[in-house]
């Protein structure tokens, strides 16, 4: 029996297997419920009804890192904490994301110069999407979430940073 | 022969039940707590340091990020306390659009309390609710301010700039649905028997313990004690309106559970008398183009959603404060966590600290 | 709305009961009571029991450090006689030590931020140890003269 290629375009969708698993967990990320501060209130209202994470299937906050593969770092980052996120980076599986949100994980934000503030997330982790604002809408915080979603997806959008 | 002995159990800083990142070292004989210690400054920035290198209406911005559920309330007190220290006289308008926010703001803040507690407590629904309410009130402050979390919109002198024409209409009719939300939220959460057998009867305090434990805000005033600031010692215009304090019977978390309730409806009532009595006029006093306090110091405190919070600011007559000193309520507060731990389960204190409602940004300032 | 916060005049009764150490600041917006550690507990055993004064609630407690010489402030207020008393203790040099006040208002938490932001000293605390800065910390970061770490040195 002669098979037409082009019925066949029409009924299987043909990809490589990494292509499939990043379709698969770019519609599906849990990330770890990590609020430092204020943005963590904007990040909780985009987890509710009206701005609705799930409706991207990213509503699943998980406690523990190891069962998480995206770390928000929603607010501020200090010289105090960065030992604890750090080893919750660590523990979290491997592919995992970060994503800045807010100025303060950004660059420090209005705090930079202080004392005890990190000067940015990135000072300790390797950051996949920066989200300004401060603090960012939730609606910010989806499109940050998109473009993580889209980076997942074509791995070649990202330039490569060392693992700190 | 086994010998039974107690165990060190770690909470936070990253846990989904401490409102931030608060760490709570718990010794534990089982399951009961022997001894919780807060550990905090996981969030310390250094505000008060960085206040000597900013101007005075520069900042008012990290005040929003101290309280940042209720930071209205937290410009209200900078701004109150640098003008007694220029006395300078703010005008009618201005003064009463003061008092929506910071009441409005006072009803958001118990909002996201309320949906803490139930999501804390493992009532999803509840906290869902509160979030939608919540938003109502964000997009009117979103229409004033241009923000939805920290507004910078009330100033030394006055308020940013006069409300849009819409603010009104809307305002009434946030107003006009409270009491249908106020009657769901009873009948989800008030009258909910889980609830009631996780709140009643927990970590009860009396007035005197209360009062020894420096406790301010709706904590105290569950456990019996008549302190409002408001009422007490009012700042601003709060002597022209007629509303009463909520005050607990038990003092137990119950109580401090629904003295919140009942205050917001009481700034329902506020509200409602400041846009009757609302004048026309300006909302921004004649204050210098350079803020120049006279060289002294002064302390100045209102009624915030989580206590007495006070500003204590040491000015050099130069542009930039010498010394300001934030009087937190949330980090006075948690002196009664380890008091009020002991005794109970691992799980009454996640409701304990779902109560007590310390904002780390206050906490550590 | 008349002014809850005692000015000089009604401050007078405690000049007479204290003659040699205490002090009265009364120019500014705020009138204070000024004293030297040594006569403090004295001082806030009347202002705490004191029929006339009756301070049963500490509103805020902090310094301030003026280079050559700190200043601890105590905000009391009472809310029986519905009255605010501000007490200054002035401590000079570099190394301020001042008797602590838990024994009769819960100041745990802030004498422990002034210990660890300012470095004040606190006889009496119990428990003094840093409360923000982490314990390994050495410094007190709101001293005016404090440098912090240069961003490499920090990690």
Redesign the interface.
Known sequence: MEVNNQELEKNFITTTVDKFLNIARSNSIWPLSCGLACCSMEMMAAAAARFDLSRFGYEVFRASPRQSDLLIVAGTLT??MAGPLKRLYDQMPEPKYVIAMGSCANSGGPFADS??VV?GVSEILPVDVYIPGCPPRPESLIQGMLELKKKIQNPELGRKTSDE | MPKAQTYILNMGPQHPSTHGVLQVVLELDGEKIIKAVPQ??YL?R?I??LAESRTYPQFIPYTDRLDYVSAMGNNLGYCQTVE??M?IEVPERAQYLRVIMAELNRIASHLLFMSSLAIDLGATTAMIYGFRDREDILDLFDMVSGARLTYNYIRIGGVMADVPADFVPALQKFIDKFPAMMAEYENILMGNEILQARLKNIAVLSGEQA????LTGPLLRASGVD?DIRK???YGIY?RFDFSVPLGKTGDNFDRYAVRMQEMTESVRIIQQAMEQLPAGEVMAKVPRMIKPP?????H?IENSRG?L?Y?I?SDGTPKP??V?V?RPS??N??MLDKVCRGLMIADAVAVLAVLDPLMGEV?? | ?ND??LDGERLQPLQLKFPEQLEIAA????AAVVIAPPALPALMEELRYGADWQF?????L?A??YKTYFMV?Y?LYS?AL?Q?I?VKCRCEGENPIVPSVTHW??????ER?VYD?LGVFFTGHGDLR?????DDYSGH??RKD?Q??A?AE?R
């Open positions: 010289w105090k004392y005890s000067p | 905090m400054g310390h250094g008060e340091k007694k220290l006395q009062l020894a434990l420096g302190y007490i010692e009012p002597d060289a002294g110091d002064v302390y405190r007495e006070g204590y040491v010498y010394r000193h009087r980090f006075i948690l002196q550590d300032c | 709305m809850q916060w120019d500014g917006a705020q049963s609630m500490l509103s805020n902090t301030v450090d402030v905000h809310p519905r605010g501000v208002w819960p100041a745990e938490f802030q931020e932001l840093r409360i923000l800065m982490p970061p709101l404090f912090a770490p961003r920090k």
